[in-house]
């Protein structure tokens, strides 16, 4: 009752979206799909249920994410979907809602003496990364460790299938389903560190801005009504060892 009233009173304070909201999606499995000029993944099914419930027109653009963000910069997008804080971006950007999993990096392994319990059990290891990707400072700043970079998650988990490198560090969500979609399976080292908030982001001067409230409490409606964690569970799921 006390979410029903509070999205009836914002029903009445929150003016129209007159015209379709502009999200930009760059093809990021399985976060954002766009293949043939269909689009799916975890950051729209969340975002189709917030759109439903808020009774939103939807128009979705693909486009690398560098220009998804010039685009929404330049006032031709409305929606980041995914969007990391930075404060370069919070000059075009309102980090309206952490409306999407802070996904951990996990340590996938094959054999057990190279499951990691520790960070100092990285030492000593070739570890397979995904080039020009942050994973946390103390990991990426460190240059004793043996990395193996790599530009695709498909080939580092072929790479440890074929024992070319001990480790694979991956976000959660990413290495299951490169895993599943590999028909390939990888044991979970104890070790993990979390991940940073992911965020839906408006753009600045966007009619949307005005909808900041509406969608904040949204999100947490989808939360206390378990859509969100099933719409998550369908995604963990995919690639479990």
């Given at each position: 009752?006390?979410?029903?009233?509070?999205?009836?009173?914002?029903?009445?304070?929150?003016?129209?979206?007159?015209?379709?909201?502009?999200?930009?999606?760059?093809?990021?499995?399985?976060?954002?799909?766009?293949?043939?000029?269909?689009?799916?993944?975890?950051?729209?099914?969340?975002?189709?249920?917030?759109?439903?419930?808020?009774?939103?027109?939807?128009?979705?653009?693909?486009?690398?994410?560098?220009r998804v963000l010039r685009l929404a910069e330049d006032g031709q997008l409305d929606v980041v979907l995914g969007a990391r804080r930075t404060d370069e971006r919070e000059v075009y950007l309102d980090f309206v809602a952490p409306a999407f999993p802070a996904d951990r990096r996990l340590f996938?392994?094959?054999?057990?003496?190279?499951?990691?319990?520790?960070?100092?059990?990285?030492?000593?290891?070739?570890?397979?990364?995904?080039?020009?990707?942050?994973?946390?400072?103390?990991?990426?700043?460190?240059?004793?460790?043996?990395?193996?970079?790599?530009?695709?998650?498909?080939?580092?988990?072929?790479?440890?299938?074929?024992?070319?490198?001990?480790?694979?560090?991956?976000?959660?969500?990413?290495?299951?389903?490169?895993?599943?979609?590999?028909?390939?399976?990888?044991?979970?080292?104890?070790?993990?560190?979390?991940?940073?908030?992911?965020?839906?982001?408006?753009?600045?001067?966007?009619?949307?801005?005005?909808?900041?409230?509406?969608?904040?409490?949204?999100?947490?409606?989808?939360?206390?009504?378990?859509?969100?964690?099933?719409?998550?569970?369908?995604?963990?799921?995919?690639?479990?060892?």
């Amino acid at each position: 009752m006390r979410w029903a009233a509070l999205f009836l009173s914002l029903a009445l304070v929150m003016p129209a979206v007159a015209q379709p909201v502009r999200v930009g999606v760059s093809h990021s499995p399985p976060y954002r799909v766009a293949e043939d000029g269909r689009f799916s993944g975890l950051y729209l099914d969340i975002f189709d249920e917030i759109a439903n419930r808020l009774g939103w027109q939807v128009q979705y653009r693909e486009a690398p994410y560098r220009r998804v963000l010039r685009l929404a910069e330049d006032g031709q997008l409305d929606v980041v979907l995914g969007a990391r804080r930075t404060d370069e971006r919070e000059v075009y950007l309102d980090f309206v809602a952490p409306a999407f999993p802070a996904d951990r990096r996990l340590f996938f392994y094959q054999t057990d003496t190279h499951r990691i319990e520790r960070y100092d059990d990285l030492y000593g290891r070739v570890i397979g990364a995904r080039e020009a990707t942050r994973y946390f400072p103390r990991f990426d700043e460190d240059t004793s460790l043996m990395k193996e970079l790599v530009g695709r998650y498909e080939n580092l988990m072929l790479m440890l299938e074929r024992g070319r490198v001990d480790v694979v560090i991956a976000p959660e969500l990413v290495g299951r389903y490169t895993l599943n979609q590999l028909g390939l399976t990888a044991s979970v080292s104890p070790y993990t560190v979390p991940g940073d908030p992911v965020y839906l982001a408006v753009a600045k001067g966007s009619p949307l801005q005005a909808q900041a409230e509406a969608i904040r409490a949204t999100v947490q409606a989808m939360e206390n009504d378990g859509i969100y964690q099933e719409i998550l569970g369908q995604y963990l799921d995919q690639g479990k060892p």
